[in-house]
C-alpha cells in the first residue's frame, strides 16, 4: 500500500481516537481455573428466550392456551387408547 | 535497539533457558495485546482469559516461534488471534443449542443518538473489524497483517478499504471531507 488509506480521513481519525482502552492488572499466570470459567459463561446475565413469544398478544394467548390444548389432547388419547 | 527488536531478543533469551525474559516481554506486549482483544470482543473477562491463554500458549510452545520467520509480536497477535476465533465460535455453537447463554444485546441503536465508534467498529464483519483494529491501532503493515490473520496480502488491502467505507457509512452524515480513497 503505497499511500495510507487515512490519510484524508480527519474525522474517521478523530473517532478512532476516541476509543480508549483501560488494561486492566492481571497476572501472566491464570489463577482462574476452566471450571470457573466455564461458572462465569453461565452465570452472565443473558436474554430470555421466552420474551420473543411473551412480547406478542398472540404469542401471550399462544402460552397460556398451549397446556389446556395439551391436557384435553392426552386426555382423549388415553380415553381412546384405554376404553 | 528499536521495542520490536528488543522483544525478538528477549524470546531468543527466553528460548535459551532465561525464564525473567518471558515477564519481560509480557510487561511489553501485553497492553496491545490486550487492547487488540478486547475491542474485537468487547468482553473484559474473555480478553483476560484469551492474554493468558496466549501466554501460556507462548511459554509452553517456546521453540516454535522462528525469529526468521517474522516479528514476535505479530507471532503473538496470531496465537491470540486464533484462540480467539476459537473460542468465539465455539460460545455461538453452545448459544444455538441453549438460548439462555444468548447474552443480553444491546438494544436497536437510536439514531437520533450519535453511534460510537465503539458501536461502529462492532458492527463491522468479523473480518473487518480485526484489518482495521490491527492497521489503525496497533501500526501494524499489510503484511503483518496477512501473516496474523492467515490471508494474502492482497486480501488485507481489500478488507481495509471495505472497512473505512462502512464506518463511515456507519457514522453517518458526519463526514464532509473532500475526495476518497
Known amino acids: 500500500m503505497n499511500q495510507d488509506p487515512f490519510k484524508k480521513e480527519h474525522y474517521l481519525r478523530m473517532k478512532l481516537d476516541e476509543d480508549h482502552v483501560q488494561v486492566p492488572e492481571f497476572p501472566m499466570n491464570p489463577k482462574r481455573k476452566r471450571w470457573d470459567r466455564l461458572v462465569n459463561v453461565l452465570a452472565s446475565p443473558a436474554k430470555n428466550p421466552v420474551e420473543p413469544i411473551i412480547s406478542t398478544t398472540t404469542g401471550l394467548v399462544v402460552l397460556k392456551v398451549a397446556p389446556v390444548l395439551a391436557g384435553t389432547a392426552l386426555t382423549f388419547i388415553q380415553l381412546i387408547f384405554f376404553l | ?181
Not at chain 2, 52 to 68: A, C, G, T, V, W
Request: proline letters at 3%.
Open chain 2, 1 to 181: 535497539m528499536n521495542l520490536i527488536e528488543r522483544e525478538d531478543q528477549l524470546m531468543i533469551a527466553f528460548q535459551n533457558g532465561d525464564d525473567t525474559a518471558l515477564e519481560k516481554i509480557y510487561t511489553l506486549l501485553k497492553p496491545s495485546l490486550y487492547s487488540f482483544v478486547y475491542r474485537y470482543t468487547r468482553d473484559e473477562q474473555l480478553s483476560i482469559d484469551l492474554v493468558q491463554d496466549s501466554f501460556m500458549k507462548l511459554h509452553r510452545y517456546k521453540q516454535h516461534y522462528d525469529p526468521n520467520k517474522g516479528k514476535l509480536k505479530s507471532y503473538l497477535f496470531q496465537t491470540a488471534y486464533r484462540l480467539m476465533i476459537t473460542k468465539l465460535n465455539r460460545r455461538k455453537k453452545w448459544r444455538s443449542f441453549l438460548p439462555f447463554l444468548t447474552p443480553i444485546e444491546k438494544g436497536e441503536i437510536d439514531y437520533a443518538d450519535r453511534l460510537t465508534i465503539r458501536d461502529a467498529v462492532a458492527r463491522l464483519p468479523d473480518k473487518q473489524r480485526a484489518v482495521i483494529l490491527l492497521f489503525y491501532y496497533h501500526d501494524m503493515t499489510q503484511e503483518d497483517i496477512a501473516e496474523i490473520l492467515d490471508i494474502p496480502k492482497g486480501t488485507v488491502k481489500s478488507r481495509l478499504h471495505k472497512a473505512i467505507q462502512r464506518l463511515k457509512d456507519e457514522l453517518g452524515g458526519e463526514f464532509h471531507e473532500s475526495g476518497s480513497i
